[in-house]
């Protein structure tokens, strides 16, 4: 196994591209797999830049998509291209493209399609939050605001808050990770990764997803590994969660600075109160300096500076499975209906308000490479861009981290939280984040690595 | 390039546009130390390897030294240049010498104009600048200035005395035709041994701060970058621009005033070294020129 | 080459959108290497100003034992990252630019300037 990456950031969309594949080139590899990610700097010229190493390297599968940053041989690189080359002639490696609409109608039949096979490890790349364009940004927004400002008609109407929280899910706008990964749900041998792609700034048509060299926007690209030991190795920033969800809460409690215990009410992934207060009310009444109007919300996402940073979480339990995910939440988005990226359909109403547990914890933000002992496989890591506003300069700690533990054939991207789907016999210990049956994600602090 | 007199300071010349100028005067200032003589010495042997006449005045060390100075280096040529009298060194105490201008120029000249040195080294000018407080000194070192010019085309070096700003040791800067500074900050890094051109009359130069090292055998190596070469090299890339200019002044001026101003765009032409096209300096130049 | 090598590297972090000037100064405020992306003149201004700095920043990197100090005007920032003993690395950028992300190439820079230069 061999693997290399490659990276340029010229100011040129198709310089970048080509500096890229020369450098490859002089490598002499016979790849069989291609991961390609950019930065949001080439935006509007993705496609270009996959059209020229297309030319080089379209004989083989490609996978990827828009990240905030990367690491790899020691450097950490927030501009520009990268280029993952894989030549690994044991591996037998797929990457099919999905429309989001179809791929969130499908049902359980989704894994004959993908004729996943036992061996295999299934590996997605998706936004969690995507806008196509303003169109679908404003009729989103829009339908948020009339419940606000028709109450006589829309107050606690159960039915038009599913509608919304529905029309989100049917437009790709919010992917929460356990709808995606329940489609998978009905199997045991293959675990699935979600590479959930995202930005610290959200903007329309962001992120982009890319695969067998098209630049497919919005949609899906699954690949599939099919190798004897390509496993994915998932870890989350708390301790591992008991069987009590009163325990559970405990331990939680210590680990997020808590303001306070909360009742929350909501319907699949919107937030309608909080002791029966919205979100932005409660949120205002511990800080009110973020606060926008729907207007410059609007406005701000057109220029893609809207930030997702969050400095507040809620932590909610799931009551099947006592364990948990954390939400960020902020009073910048003006609407009393408050979408997330979970579907909370079977969690507790009871929660926790509080801050973000990331002090000292800089290394379990990485935890998961930790676990890896095959140093001859490549690996990805998605790691928590979050990271990058939260620990600022001491992130770079991560370059002689990885390069100890991993030392070469790796690649660390930076985007949202990975989530993943992991039957029981893969699982290596009870992670707090378990957000569904075997559905492992946590709004915040979760990384994976997968090693082929 | 090729009529400019080589300094044979490997990597100074494409920064210094070439070369020096010839029968200029030449400054090389700085701290003990920081590879004066070095510069000197690489200057004179450079010469004295193509057959050239060098004298080397020096008001420091003797010639025995300047001798040693350079086996160390592993110039062991510059005994063979001594015994063919190639090369020309006269020690002075600077004590000793009372008219710059007549005394040491005399020297200098020789007797014979035919066997006249092209290369003229002073290491260092130092002692002779300690007091130029009277205007008369001053004249006195300007005058030794263009004669020397006259003779050859000189190097001096000079001590770099601190942070002073008067009049009597900046004399020699202004008088000098380049002036080359060097420096060691004496942290052992890239950039402690640099080499910085203050002056460089008529001749593009390189503008930055270039590291320098000392190495046996070689003695004194500027380093450039490709992109800072980049910077002085000139490049007829915007050439039609320039002849489109032309034409114009061709049709709205004439007389002494068009063959001026057409000499001068021909020599910005041939010195154009900015990646930005010309346009707007033309046009400046044009509409300049244009007024009544 | 050395120099060649420092050249590249300013020039990468220069790429980077938001980045207005990279300049790498020694500590007597002699300017050894810069790139300026865009429109010099909006530059030239605060030059004088860093260089005039470069000594006190310096200083105060030492005393405090500071990774960087950082200048905020109306439209630009000005950090300045000590990259050896005797230089600094000044990095301008837009107010609207991704601060924390260029704050990571910028110390990844850093880094590799020190490198070269001892």
Redesign the interface.
């Known amino acids: 196994m061999r693997s290399c990456t490659f990276f340029s950031n010229e100011n040129e969309p198709i310089k970048a591209a080509s500096n890229v594949v020369n450098k490859a080139k002089k490598k002499e590899m016979k790849p069989d797999l291609a991961l390609i990610y950019s930065t949001k700097r080439y935006s509007g010229n993705y496609q270009d830049i996959l059209k020229i190493i297309e030319k080089e390297f379209g004989n083989i599968p490609q996978t990827g998509g828009t990240i905030d940053g990367a690491l790899f041989r020691g450097e950490l690189r927030t501009d520009g291209v990268f280029l993952t080359l894989i030549e690994d002639k044991k591996a037998r490696f797929r990457v099919k493209s999905f429309k989001y609409s179809k791929f969130n109608e499908s049902g359980k039949d989704l894994i004959k399609e993908l004729d996943i096979k036992e061996k295999d490890l299934a590996v997605i790349h998706s936004p969690i939050i995507y806008f196509r364009n303003r169109r679908d940004l404003f009729k989103t927004l829009a339908k948020a605001k009339y419940y606000d400002i028709r109450p006589k008609i829309t107050k606690n109407n159960k039915d038009l808050i599913k509608g919304f929280s529905d029309h989100l899910y049917k437009k790709g706008n919010v992917r929460p990770p356990n709808k995606v990964l329940e489609k998978f749900s009905n199997q045991e041998s293959t675990p699935v990764v979600n590479i959930n792609l995202g930005h610290s700034n959200l903007g329309l048509d962001s992120p982009n997803v890319f695969s067998n060299y098209r630049n497919i926007k919005g949609d899906l690209s699954i690949l599939l590994i099919e190798k004897n030991g390509s496993k994915p190795i998932y870890d989350d920033i708390y301790p591992s969660k008991t069987d009590d969800l009163k325990k559970n809460k405990e331990i939680v409690k210590k680990e997020i600075e808590p303001i306070k215990e909360i009742e929350i009410e909501c319907i699949q992934n919107i937030i309608t109160k909080i002791n029966n207060q919205t979100v932005k009310d409660v949120v205002n009444e511990i800080d009110s300096s973020s606060k926008i109007e729907d207007q410059e919300l609007k406005e701000d996402f057109e220029k893609g500076k809207v930030s997702s940073e969050t400095p507040y979480i809620l932590f909610l339990f799931n009551e099947e499975t006592y364990g948990g995910t954390q939400i960020g939440i902020k009073n910048s988005f003006p609407f009393s209906l408050y979408p997330t990226y979970i579907d909370l359909s079977n969690f507790s109403k009871e929660a926790i308000l509080g801050y973000e547990p990331s002090r000292g914890k800089l290394l379990k933000y990485i935890s998961s490479i930790n676990k890896v002992k095959d140093k001859n496989r490549f690996k990805l890591t998605s790691i928590d861009l979050s990271t990058v506003a939260t620990f600022g300069e001491k992130l770079m700690k991560y370059r002689k981290h990885f390069e100890e533990k991993l030392e070469e054939n790796y690649l660390a991207i930076f985007t949202y939280p990975p989530a993943a789907y992991l039957p029981e016999n893969q699982q290596n210990q009870d992670y707090l984040t378990e957000v569904d049956r075997e559905i492992f994600f946590s709004g915040g602090g979760t990384n994976l690595t997968f090693k082929i | 390039m090729s009529d400019k007199i080589k300094t044979g300071v490997y990597g100074l010349d494409p920064i210094l546009g070439g070369g020096y100028r010839e029968g200029t005067v030449n400054l090389v200032y700085g701290k003990t130390g920081v590879g004066k003589t070095t510069f000197g010495l690489q200057y004179a042997l450079y010469g004295l390897n193509r057959g050239e006449k060098v004298t080397y005045v020096s008001f420091e060390m003797t010639k025995k030294q300047i001798v040693k100075e350079c086996k160390d280096m592993g110039w062991d040529e510059i005994t063979k240049y001594l015994e063919n009298n190639q090369l020309e060194i006269i020690h002075e105490f600077g004590e000793d010498v009372l008219f710059l201008s007549k005394d040491l120029l005399k020297k200098i000249r020789g007797k014979d104009k035919r066997s006249r040195a092209s290369r003229v080294i002073i290491d260092p000018l130092t002692h002779l600048t300690f007091s130029l407080r009277s205007k008369n000194e001053r004249k006195a070192l300007s005058k030794f200035f263009e004669g020397l010019r006259n003779i050859s085309t000189a190097v001096i070096t000079l001590e770099e005395r601190g942070l002073s700003n008067d009049e009597d040791s900046s004399t020699p800067l202004y008088l000098a035709d380049s002036v080359v500074h060097l420096e060691n ?1 004496g ?6 041994r ?1 080499l ?1 051109i203050i002056k460089n009359r008529g001749t593009n130069h390189g503008e ?4 320098i090292d000392i190495l046996s055998g070689l003695g004194l190596v500027v ?6 070469l980049k910077d002085i090299r000139s490049h007829k890339r915007y050439d039609e621009k320039f002849v489109e200019a032309k034409k114009e002044v061709k049709s709205k001026l004439d007389g002494e005033v068009q063959e001026s101003i057409l000499n001068r765009l021909e020599i910005l032409r041939n010195n154009w070294t900015r990646d930005e096209k010309p346009d707007k300096v033309i046009e400046e130049v044009l509409r300049t020129e244009k007024e009544e | 080459m050395k120099v060649d090598k420092l050249n590249k590297e300013l020039r990468e972090l220069s790429n980077i959108p938001g980045v207005k000037a990279c300049i790498l100064y020694r500590l007597d405020g002699e300017i050894i290497q810069v790139r300026i992306p865009g429109d010099k003149n909006e530059i030239i201004k605060l030059m004088k100003w860093m260089k005039n700095q470069v000594k006190y920043v310096i200083n105060e990197i030492k005393k405090k034992n500071l990774d960087s100090v950082d200048f905020s005007f109306d439209e630009l920032q000005v950090v300045f990252y000590p990259s050896s003993q005797s230089t600094v690395l000044a990095v301008v950028t837009e107010e609207e630019a991704h601060r924390d992300l260029i704050k990571m190439e910028a110390i990844g820079t850093r880094d590799k300037v020190n490198k070269i230069i001892t």
């Not at chain 2, 942290?187 to 402690?192: A, S």
């Not at chain 2, 930055?208 to 590291?211: E, K, L, M």
């Open positions: 900050l942290f052992g890094e890239m950039y402690d640099t910085k930055g701060v270039y590291p380093e450039a970058s490709e992109d800072q």
